[in-house]
């Protein structure tokens, strides 16, 4: 084990850093510019039972430090995922992969994560009930207790790969939410997904996004995940995934000292492709600047 | 793909609104014209996607028109001032389809991207007419460029104040054509996509989050399946167009 290796449901990752659903593709098109061999793993592009198209354009408004997209879960569809993309996949990437799945009922997250369950690369199975841009599903699982139990239980019955559960910041108590996925089997929680956010354009006086509103994701959202963070960590007793906003090492620390095993980073992908690798590379001189010999023992380090 | 820092040779104004900038630096992933890159700025969390001009010599141009805050940045820079770029971005033109005696069609600040496209056509033996709209004279940039490169040039002001009077379909129908490749507004590619008697390349505009096929953020659908303009695209083909509305 490195000094930045950590382990991840029983899954050993060379270093913390994962690159998050749908800034990262299925990792071909970043494989153009550097080895992404690198990375502790990543997290492919969200999937779902039926292809789906997603939202009508523009998707994507700029914010300060930060944007919003609504893309609206775009893919193929699991049956294309596992017959087209993965084999892609396999020739630029050899390390496990966390693959992250969507759905719109109970039955759906189901079928999905049965299928990616028998495909040998996906090492997690994140289960996003938090996305904000799709209608009637996604993101009102992942606010209600009770609902993101049932989705957890019926994947965990499909499944004997590792499920975290992906969480939405949009509502009052995450801690409820976060135990009740516990208590249903989760292997971990990762979070947080994006914050519901929307810009208005002057000139037209009309909403910059199709979709009216958003995920809001970027730096200018670090603090809220390093709160969330930390609040889901000393609650639960299972490994947190963290992410929103990060981008660099000194992020990567400080989500680790909130409580992440693990740190995401993802609207920084689309801004500086190579970021996840940068971060990687300045790990370890950051690691020496605050006397951290290894990564594995910091995390929940801020008490 | 390439990530890499661009030093700018010299940035000039060509009318109220519109400015040349010239950059040197590594413009090897630059392979067909029609491609964009993508510009870091100060303070702006998203990249802007500017369309090539010209590539040659390690020299990279644009022409950009000031819209909002990034393009109000870049027209403040000066010689000497470096910029974060991502280069070879985008599917560019197909001159293969071209036939003997192309026609491109730009309109505005659509105009740029055509003419390193009339520049490679012209090189490959082709005879290449250009028709180039604007709103009034003043805003007319890159007539003399284009006759430079020995295209025949006509220019549509919509207001009539230099050569024809109208828009581009009007300058158009003078002109014998074997394809067409255009870049403009949406209702003169519409238009266009009416007027024309043959086959030809369409470049649209979307906003976008990361430019190379990351985010889907700028996805379109066409006869052919889904497309990310930032990657499947900027151009399309005429006959897998579908128009949303």
Not at chain 2, 136 to 155: N, Q, R
Request: glycine fraction near 10%; include cysteine; hydrophobic fraction near 40%.
């Amino acid at each position: 084990m490195g000094r930045l290796s950590v382990d991840l449901c029983g899954i050993t990752l060379d270093n913390p850093v994962i690159p998050a659903s749908g800034t990262f593709g299925y990792g071909y098109e970043f494989a153009e510019i550097y080895d992404i061999n690198v990375l502790g793993t990543f997290s492919f592009k969200g999937t779902t039972k039926d292809p789906r198209f997603g939202n009508p354009t523009p998707r994507i408004a700029e914010c300060n430090a930060g944007m919003i997209n609504a893309v609206g879960l775009q893919n193929p569809g699991v049956e294309k995922v596992i017959s087209e993309e993965l084999p892609k996949l396999k020739k630029c990437f050899n390390k496990k992969v966390m693959a992250n799945v969507s759905g719109f009922a109970v039955e759906d997250y189901a079928y999905t994560c049965e299928k990616l369950d028998k495909e040998e690369q996906v090492g997690w199975l994140e289960v996003n009930v938090s996305c904000p841009n799709v209608h009637g599903g996604g993101m009102s699982f992942g606010t209600n207790p009770d609902a993101a139990a049932e989705v957890t239980a019926a994947v965990k019955k499909v499944t004997t790969k590792p499920v975290i559960i992906k969480l939405s910041p949009n509502v009052t108590d995450i801690v409820s939410i976060a135990k009740a996925c516990e208590d249903a089997g989760a292997d971990g929680i990762s979070l947080i997904n994006t914050l519901l956010g929307m810009r208005i354009d002057l000139k037209t006086k009309k909403p910059v996004i199709a979709n009216k509103m958003g995920g809001f994701s970027g730096s200018a959202i670090f603090p809220v995940a390093v709160r969330m963070v930390y609040q889901v960590a000393n609650a639960v007793n299972i490994p947190v995934v963290g992410m929103g906003g990060v981008s660099n090492a000194e992020d990567v620390i400080e989500l680790m000292l909130a409580g992440a095993t693990a740190v995401e980073v993802g609207a920084a992908n689309l801004i500086d492709p190579c970021v996840c690798r940068d971060i990687i590379n300045d790990l370890p001189s950051v690691m020496d600047k605050y006397g951290i010999n290894n990564l594995s023992e910091i995390i929940g380090g801020a008490k | 793909m390439k990530q890499s820092i661009f030093k700018i040779i010299e940035n000039t104004q060509l009318t109220s609104t519109v400015f040349k900038m010239k950059l040197s630096g590594d413009v090897s992933e630059i392979t067909s014209p029609g491609q964009f890159v993508n510009i870091k700025l100060e303070g702006l969390y998203l990249r802007r996607p500017i369309s090539v001009c010209d590539c040659e010599n390690g020299v990279l141009t644009l022409i950009y028109k000031v819209v909002g805050k990034g393009t109000e940045q870049m027209a403040k820079m000066t010689a000497g001032e470096e910029l974060d770029v991502l280069t070879g971005l985008g599917n560019g033109y197909n001159t293969a389809l071209s036939g003997d005696k192309p026609v491109l069609l730009g309109g505005g600040v659509g105009v740029p991207p055509l003419y390193m496209l009339a520049k490679k056509l012209i090189a490959e033996g082709k005879k290449v007419s250009v028709v180039l709209g604007f709103n009034t004279k003043d805003e007319i940039f890159c007539e003399e460029d284009f006759k430079a490169l020995g295209a025949d040039v006509s220019v549509a002001t919509a207001d009539g104040s230099y050569g024809v009077k109208g828009f581009v379909t009007d300058a158009l129908k003078d002109i014998d054509y074997t394809y067409f490749y255009t870049c403009g507004p949406e209702p003169m590619l519409k238009a266009l996509y009416k007027v024309t008697a043959t086959s030809g390349q369409f470049s649209f505009e979307e906003r976008m989050g990361c430019g190379f096929g990351a985010c889907m953020g700028c996805s379109c659908k066409t006869i052919t399946g889904y497309k990310r303009i930032c990657k499947d695209g900027p151009v399309l083909e005429k006959e897998e167009i579908l128009w949303e509305d």
